[in-house]
């Protein structure tokens, strides 16, 4: 089973966009996907049409033992099936301090659905320091940095590395890292640059494909459906399916034996920066 976690240490990158609509597409190909929201905002359940009531389990009750997964999770359109968050997740890192490895707990529900899910697809919080993104961490294969090819996109995907090398260390875990890029629109030059530079600091870590902006992805969650199902034939579709072909790729690649906590000097310019040893380490130049 393969567990990706989708992060940043900011919000409005398209994260949850990319969740929702990647599951959407390793579905599409026939692979048996669950989606987890971790986002106490619950976007992901909200773009999926689902809004668990009061007394209906969600990812909290499983991560405090009040609740089977199996009791959560609800089937989707599009072939996903989710484990929702409602508000109260944030309650979660609260109770996490009375906890014994409150950190290590996602990664406990998903060895029970080992043979239930080919992939698993983690919505993460914007905050990539706290506990729920640590427990996405912990349970990963793959952590996707997902980066908005905007102002101000390098500096918040570095900072949410430096959040990789402190779980990586603290854990004593290793997963591969991955980056995509959303919200591209390949119009307007500052755009163009910036995906450059995201490919030259990011080097073999970085997916070909990124994902364009588009109005059918942004009415997609409005009317509780995946791209697939909303316009199969958009180029948001497209972009989706390609990224899932890549995705697939990762899953015969070996892990990493060991974490590298060396992180390259946050550039300066939208240049693309020169590669260096400790980059190629890192990002496994492929």
């Known amino acids: 089973m393969q567990v990706l976690s989708l992060v940043n240490q900011k919000g409005g990158c398209g994260k949850t966009t990319t969740a929702v609509n990647l599951a959407g597409a390793l579905a599409a190909r026939g692979e048996r996907v669950l989606l987890v929201d971790l986002d106490p905002q619950a976007h992901a359940t909200l773009a999926l049409g689902e809004a668990p009531e009061d007394y209906e389990a969600t990812v909290a009750h499983v991560l405090l033992d009040e609740a089977q997964a199996s009791e959560a999770i609800v089937s989707c359109p599009g072939g996903i099936d989710l484990l929702p968050a409602r508000l109260d997740l944030g309650e979660f890192e609260e109770i ?35 506990v729920l993104c640590a427990n996405a961490l912990f349970a990963s294969t793959t952590a996707m940095l997902v980066v908005e090819t905007g102002a101000f996109a390098l500096q918040g995907a570095l900072q949410a590395l430096k959040v990789f090398d402190v779980a990586a260390e603290r854990q004593d875990r290793v997963y591969r890292i991955r980056v995509v890029g959303t ?50 034939g958009s180029r948001a579709a497209a972009d989706f399916a390609a990224l899932a072909e890549e995705v697939c790729l990762d899953k015969f690649d070996e892990l990493p034996a060991a974490a590298d906590s060396a992180l390259a000097a946050e550039p300066t310019s939208l240049a693309a920066p020169s590669s260096s040893p400790e980059s190629d380490a890192r990002f496994g130049r492929r």
């Open 96 to 130: 996490s301090g009375r906890l014994l490895h409150p950190e290590q707990r996602l990664r406990v529900v998903l060895e029970g659905l080992r043979d239930r899910y080919e992939w698993v697809v983690v919505d993460c919080p914007p905050r990539a320091d706290g």
């Open 183 to 232: 919200l591209f629109d390949r119009r307007t030059r500052f755009a163009r640059e910036l995906l450059i530079a995201l490919h030259g600091r990011f080097a073999g870590a970085m997916y070909d494909t990124v994902i364009r902006n588009s109005v059918r992805l942004r009415e997609a969650p409005a009317v509780g459906l995946p791209i697939q199902e909303h316009a199969p």
